[in-house]
């Protein structure tokens, strides 16, 4: 335990260090830049010591691993995001513990998320997840709604019992003409945001940027940069 607290310790400084550098390079104040520290595949003794090292935000992206790390932590100081594509019929058991769900992309999860917040007496924060590459479908390969349908969506979200219209997220996409080209993203993310917020003002986070390209996330003015990696190591493959 002692030895993974070092070496959490000092990735977290790295990754501090990091966000500090994005932060003063864009002339932005480090107290703008929120780190969540995404903990999926990790047991609950990292999320202890993550804990114990100032970390208050911390994010998942399977319900099946973070209910039980959830409860198993729920006596810390923390903000759980639920960060992955949500099944509606995962929706109970996620409202039971996530403060914010990052991956609202669609009207059915929407009313089924406002049906449990209500049901369990919870205000749930909502991002809507936006796929630049969304095709015909309207949805993206990994996820999220079109630039075309947030408006429409977030009005349902704004509307509806038990949400909080908290902003947007992105996940840089594989595919498409966004492929590659994380600043181009980004930057397209905060264009959505600014015309999300002349008819929700109080919508302003920013969900964007990962291990990898965190600083290009800072420099286009993302609010919460979801870090995994840089923090707890090159994870173990899922079986």
């Not at 809507?128 to 947030?150: F, H």
């Not at 996940?171 to 917020?197: C, H, I, K, N």
């Amino acid at each position: 335990m002692t030895d993974r607290k070092t070496e959490l310790t000092a990735n977290l400084a790295k990754v501090e260090e990091r966000i500090a550098t994005a932060c003063a390079a864009a002339g932005r104040g480090r107290d703008e830049v929120t780190l969540i520290v995404v903990t999926k595949t990790y047991p609950a003794s990292d999320v202890r010591i993550l804990s114990g090292l100032g970390v208050r935000q911390v994010a998942e992206n399977r319900d099946q691993d973070a209910a039980p790390k959830a409860a198993a932590c729920a006596d810390l100081p923390l903000t759980w995001h639920f960060v992955g594509q949500l099944q509606t019929n995962k929706v109970r058991s996620v409202v039971g513990y996530a403060d914010v769900v990052q991956s609202v992309d669609r009207s059915r999860l929407v009313a089924a998320l406002s049906k449990e917040a209500v049901r369990v007496g919870r205000e749930v924060g909502c991002l809507l997840q936006v796929a630049l590459d969304a095709g015909a479908s309207g949805r993206g390969e990994r996820g999220g709604v079109a630039p075309d349908g947030i408006e429409e969506l977030a009005d349902l979200v704004a509307a509806a019992p038990g949400l909080r219209l908290d902003g947007l997220m992105t996940v840089a996409p594989l595919t498409g003409e966004y492929a590659g080209r994380e600043q181009a993203v980004f930057g397209r993310l905060m264009d959505l945001s600014t015309d999300l917020r002349r008819t929700h003002p109080a919508a302003t986070m920013v969900s964007a940027g990962m291990s990898a390209d965190l600083e290009q996330a800072v420099a286009a003015g993302a609010t919460h940069v979801r870090v995994g990696s840089a923090v707890l190591g090159v994870r173990p493959r899922l079986g």
